[in-house]
């Protein structure tokens, strides 16, 4: 079974930055990262591929987040700049083999407990 860990979520002002990080307990194809703010669907945020070859980003982080991978420490972050109030939400760190439909919540096994990030204006 792969667990997931994230962290780095607080309390941020708007236009600040905030970097959350995933330990993987062991290597796995796809790393992403979804939010749920409060009482809203999640959402995909960002993916990765094993190499780093193929990234997606949701539209409205796109320039503002970006995520990396160490795939020698089963890590991932996301490196979050020029916050918004609209960025508050339970960031989630997810895993899967395979990279198709990486937008779709329901295509990954692995799933971390969620990290809490605020956005103050």
């Known amino acids: 079974q792969v667990q997931l860990v994230e962290s780095g979520g607080a309390l941020v002002q708007a236009g600040g930055s905030l970097r959350l990080s995933c330990t993987i307990s062991?290597?796995?194809?796809?790393i992403a990262w979804f939010r749920q703010a409060p009482g809203k669907e999640r959402e995909f945020v960002s993916a990765m591929n094993w190499s780093g070859s193929v990234i997606n980003y949701e539209d409205s982080v796109k320039g503002r987040f970006t995520m990396s991978r160490d795939n020698l420490e089963n890590t991932a972050d996301l490196q979050m700049n020029d916050l918004k109030a609209e960025d508050t939400a339970v960031y989630y760190c997810?895993?899967?083999?395979?990279?198709?439909?990486?937008?779709?919540?329901?295509?990954?096994?692995?799933w971390g407990q969620g990290t809490l990030v605020t956005v103050s204006s």
């Open positions: 997810a895993a899967r083999e395979g990279i198709y439909q990486l937008m779709n919540q329901w295509q990954y096994d692995y």
């Open positions: 062991q290597s796995i194809g796809t």
